[in-house]
């Protein structure tokens, strides 16, 4: 590093701290939203990705498992299924989204009623308790358990019925509600949709198959959509997401131009005010490369330092924040932290250009006036 | 002589301005310096002298003839090749110091040769060596700021040398300092100039600065003038040319002055003025 580099930006101690500290905020915001940005990503296509199935049968109009209002009916449906040699297996599923009250608290819950005999759509990871609940039983989400208190042995009432929790899972957390299984014959009884499901959970012996599979449901029988695991958890990613990711990307964009204003008006008013002496060390036969690296060396540590703090106050304020507000679902990625240093990167060279072009202006003519 | 002439201006004129409002600070200009020679340029404001520093030192641009250092012609030369030739061949000694108020008194002499944090020892020694000779051996570690203005050119003095140059320019020097202080600089520029063979050319108001110089040049109207005869104004202090300059006399005595408002001071007490002698 230069010495005049060095000892401009220390030797102002309070503009340091300003110009690291307005990084930092601009690091903490990007870094904030990114990771806010994966954890939500995470939650809400999560159980969709989890669940053991190929792919997914639903009524025509739906699109995702958020706002799902698909009826089916399952009657006939295992003699249909069996007479298809590439299924390995398939099961019913039910998923309403509904109110639910317990612990003296209001919530919102995805009522799921799942196969207890094939598993599928069932807990993710039993984290507590039962695996499979009986009868008047529920197993719910732990994020719903934190949130609210609810614990084995509570009493949830959703659907008009009182259900005993008597397990707790992981991997069922839709941020804005969250899972509680129950059998599909209780979910039948409860929601009053005997012999009928939501969706029907295919496995295929080849899932490289499934796409096609699941077009030649659309085109064979009308009234019926098919999706794989993959697109069905993407449009349900793209439920939530896809009105949140054009206001994440405004903040993210405001988050870079405040930490680019920051450090840009900081590195500039440190050149100006250090004007006089670039002019000295033009006149004793500096080049502009010099004078010029000086100032980026500047601009780029102050980057680096504001970086280091952002960063490191995310990933304390991650956890944090997460237990104050349970929607604050983050997810901090080497990758995400790797990109937000470039982003700094970026940032730092750009504030270093304006002040860069007042330098290469200074005539060192001036500094012989007294 | 000729083979130890250090800068060398040929017909130099430096034109400001267009049409009407075309000013000549310097009007073919000849100059020469040599190693081991003291060379003070005078005038009035505005004759030229500061244009004509900042010619020599390759900062500014004749708009015509030629400026020789070191045996370089340099008129042809780009920006960076003028920079190396400053920064290899001419030392500045400002009358502000000049100093950059963040790095110490040893690295302010140092960074003429050693930009970055680590510099080489033999950049540290030189440096070092140079405080030394110049009474700075304890003020080393100090700041511009902790240091008397005395001090601080003598830190300057120290940076012009750092790069081992042939030639030093000096612009009013003494200018910033008391009277002991300003014995104390010139004294020391003469001393670089015949003990280290330096060529120093010094532009200053300041009469006392003719004391240490082999040579002295008065500039007026952007030229050399020789055959002038100058008298010091008894009360405002400053060099002033005979032939122009405003005139007392006060018991068979003429006294010179540069202003109306220097002569109105005498008037008013013309004992306490005359003791100091007009030259």
């Known amino acids: 590093m230069l010495i005049v580099a060095r000892k401009n930006l220390f030797s102002e101690r309070t503009r340091l701290v300003i110009s690291v500290g307005g990084i930092a905020l601009s690091v903490l915001l990007i870094t904030f939203l990114l990771a806010l940005f994966r954890g939500w990503n995470e939650k809400i296509g999560g159980f969709v990705d989890d669940v053991d199935a190929d792919i997914w049968i639903a009524r025509e109009g739906t699109t995702d498992f958020i706002v799902a209002a698909s009826i089916l009916p399952l009657e006939g449906a295992d003699e249909r299924f069996g007479q298809i040699d590439s299924i ?4 019913p599923l039910i998923a309403i989204p509904m109110g639910a009250t317990g612990n003296g608290s209001e919530m919102d819950i995805h009522l799921i009623g799942f196969d207890p005999v094939s ?3 069932g807990p993710v990871r039993v984290t507590e308790g039962e695996s499979i609940p009986g009868p008047g039983e529920v197993i719910i989400d732990e994020a719903l358990s934190r949130r609210y208190g609810m614990d084995i042995g509570d009493t949830l009432n959703a659907a008009g019925t009182d259900w005993e929790v008597v397990g707790k899972s992981s991997g069922g957390d839709f941020v804005a509600s969250q899972a509680v299984f129950v059998t599909i014959e209780q979910a039948q009884e409860a929601l009053l949709l005997e012999g009928l499901a939501t969706f029907l959970l295919v ?3 080849d899932p490289d198959r499934a796409q096609g599979y699941a077009r030649t449901i659309e085109h064979n029988v009308p009234g019926l959509v098919g999706f794989t695991s993959e697109d069905f958890a993407a449009a349900t990613r793209d439920r939530i997401l896809g009105d949140v990711i054009p206001i994440l990307t405004v903040i993210l964009i405001l988050a870079f131009i405040v930490g680019l204003a920051v450090s840009g008006l900081t590195i500039y008013t440190a050149t100006v005010e250090k004007a006089r002496e670039y002019g000295i060390l033009k006149a004793v036969g500096f080049k502009n490369s010099y004078l010029y690296r000086a100032v980026f060396e500047q601009s780029i540590v102050t980057g680096l330092l504001g970086f280091g703090t952002g960063a490191g106050l995310t990933i304390l304020a991650g956890s944090f924040i997460q237990d104050l507000v349970p929607q604050f679902v983050t997810l901090i990625r080497w990758q995400d932290i790797l990109g937000v240093a470039g982003i700094t990167l970026i940032m730092s060279v750009l504030a270093a250009y304006v002040p860069v072009r007042r330098i290469a202006a200074i005539d060192p003519v001036a500094v012989f006036k007294a | 002589m000729a083979s130890n002439v250090a800068l060398r201006l040929g017909n130099v004129t430096k034109i400001y301005g267009l049409g009407d409002a075309e000013v000549r600070a310097l009007d073919g200009v000849d100059f020469e310096a040599s190693a081991g020679e003291v060379v003070v340029i005078m005038g009035p404001s505005g004759a030229g002298k500061t244009t004509f520093l900042t010619i020599a030192g390759t900062l500014l641009k004749a708009t015509s003839g030629t400026i020789e250092i070191a045996g370089r012609e ?3 030369l780009n920006a960076a090749q003028l920079a190396d030739i400053r920064r290899e061949n001419v030392g500045f000694i400002f009358q502000s110091f000049n100093l950059l ?11 003429v040769t050693a930009g970055g944090v680590r510099a080489p020892a033999s950049a540290t020694n030189r440096a070092s060596e140079l405080l030394k000779m110049f009474g700075l051996g304890h003020r080393m570690r100090s700041l ?13 003095i120290a940076r012009s040398l750092m790069n081992n140059p042939e030639i030093i320019l000096a612009d009013e020097p003494t200018g910033n300092l008391d009277y002991k202080r300003g014995q104390e600089v010139m004294q020391l520029l003469r001393q670089i100039s015949v003990e280290l063979g330096k060529a120093v050319v010094i532009v200053s108001h300041d009469h006392r600065v003719r004391e240490v110089a082999h040579r002295s040049l008065w500039l007026q109207d952007g030229q050399f003038r020789d055959k002038i005869v100058t008298a010091n104004d008894p009360v405002c202090g400053q060099l002033v040319e005979v032939e122009t300059a405003l005139t007392l006399t006060w018991e068979d005595e003429a006294y010179y002055f540069h202003a109306a408002g220097c002569r109105e001071v005498f008037e008013g007490n013309p004992e306490k003025f005359a003791r100091s002698g007009s030259g």
């Open chain 1, 88 to 91: 390995a297996r398939w099961s």
């Open chain 2, 144 to 156: 511009p700021k902790q240091l008397s203005g005395g001090e601080k050119q003598r830190v300057a």
């Open chain 2, 74 to 76: 340099t008129t042809t």
């Open chain 1, 119 to 121: 598993e599928m759509g």
């Open chain 1, 203 to 205: 496995e295929m012996h």
């Open chain 2, 101 to 111: 108020e963040s790095l110490t008194a040893l690295e302010n002499v140092r960074l």
